[in-house]
């Protein structure tokens, strides 16, 4: 599962992509990420990297029929505040999905639309 790393006001935030099998639709996750152990306690020189955390808003990209709009689903069990850049970010890698899930459809043959 691929996913994009962004960093404003000095938190680290991810955008997730991975398919939805329950929702028949792309998910695009966007979390606050958390940074990731360095990989082998024996090296101290190793790079700490952040991994995307527990998504607080999933946007469901439908992929079989292009007239089922995208929605974004809101996952937060207390108040969050999204800085606009970064809600701006997320919104742009929805809106890529949603294109390049319309762009795939298109390109389908039409027997295997039935």
Not at 47 to 54: I, Q, R
Not at 82 to 92: L, S
Request: hydrophobic content about 45%; aromatic content about 10%; some cysteine.
């Amino acid at each position: 599962m691929p996913w994009e790393l962004q960093e404003h006001a000095g938190r680290h935030y991810a955008v997730l992509f991975h398919y939805a099998l329950p929702d028949d639709a792309w998910a695009v996750e966007l979390s606050e990420a958390v940074p990731a152990a360095a990989k082998g306690a024996e090296n101290p020189e190793a790079a700490v990297t952040f991994l995307p955390g527990a998504a607080f808003l999933v946007a469901l990209v439908p992929d079989e029929d292009p007239d089922l709009p995208p929605v974004v689903r809101v996952y937060s069990p207390e108040e969050r505040v999204v800085p606009y850049e970064i809600m701006h970010w997320f919104m742009e890698q929805v809106a890529d999905q949603v294109e390049r899930c319309r762009i795939a459809f298109d390109q389908q043959e039409p027997e295997s639309l039935e």
